[in-house]
Structure formats: structure tokens, C-alpha cells
């Protein structure tokens, strides 16, 4: 994937601000950060989204995102970590490469979490719950 802005970092053809690095994953403070030390991991191979990204390379992904949330957390003294992963343009994906934000969080730092909804009854979260679960078979 040639125009691939993550892997053109992943490749040290864009330079970046690198937090973690081995032969599968990248991990750099993002240019956009929500607050210092949002960081975002990627995989060096590239994969779309998260529907597209292999069993086998989540797997190895989440120590690491555990491990680089806790060295966030404890550099930088936050109070919180959101970790979060957009997919499809609806859902804030912006870079079409399979990528983890790390996000430091601190009390009242102007951050909030999208307003929940409620359903309309409980029929609505039944069938809802059960339309999902075929999907799982």
C-alpha cells in the first residue's frame, strides 16, 4: 500500500515522534494529540480496519497496548488512560490503517465521553441483543 500514510511511517519515510518500535508494531506520539502523550499503535503490515486485522496479530497487539498504556500512565503522571480504536470514516477513522489510540486522560481536562442512549424498551435491547448473537453463529 504505496500511499498508506502509516506505512510510510511505519517505513521511516515520514518521520515521527516513536514511543515503541519492533519488527510488527510501531507505537508514536500522534501529531493531533487529544492531550501530550496520545499516542497511537499500529501494525507495520497493513491492514484496513480492525475487521481486516488478522486473529493472530491482535493477539500480539494487546500486551503491547497494555504495556505502552502503563508507560503513558506512569511518564506522564495521568490520571486515566482511554484506549480506543475508530472504524469506518462514521466512526472517526480518519488514516485507513488498523491503529490504537492510547489517550492519557486528566481530571477536567475537557474530554467527554459521547452521551449514551437509552432503548426503547426492553423488547428493542432483546431483539437487538439477539440479532447480534445470530451473526455470532
Known amino acids: 500500500m504505496n500511499e498508506c500514510l502509516f506505512c510510510k511511517v511505519a517505513k521511516g519515510e515520514i518521520p515521527s515522534s516513536k514511543i515503541y518500535e519492533d519488527e510488527k508494531f510501531l ?40 504495556k505502552i498504556a502503563v508507560a503513558i500512565k506512569n511518564g506522564i503522571n495521568a490520571d486515566g488512560i482511554n484506549i480506543l480504536m475508530n472504524n469506518d470514516g462514521v466512526a472517526g477513522q480518519i488514516v485507513p490503517h488498523a491503529h490504537f489510540h492510547i489517550i492519557p486522560r486528566f481530571a477536567n481536562d475537557g474530554l467527554h465521553h459521547w452521551p449514551g442512549k437509552s432503548y426503547a424498551n426492553k423488547e428493542e435491547s432483546a431483539k437487538t441483543a439477539e440479532r447480534i448473537r445470530k451473526e455470532l453463529t
Do not use: C
Not at 493531533?32 to 503490515?45: A, E, F, R, V, Y
Not at 486473529?55 to 503491547?64: H, K, M, Q
Open 27 to 66: 507505537a508514536f506520539l500522534n501529531i493531533k494529540p487529544n492531550n501530550p502523550g496520545h499516542t497511537l499503535i499500529i501494525p507495520k503490515d497493513h491492514y484496513k480496519n480492525l475487521y481486516e486485522t488478522p486473529d493472530e496479530v491482535l493477539s500480539a497487539i494487546a500486551p503491547l497496548i497494555k
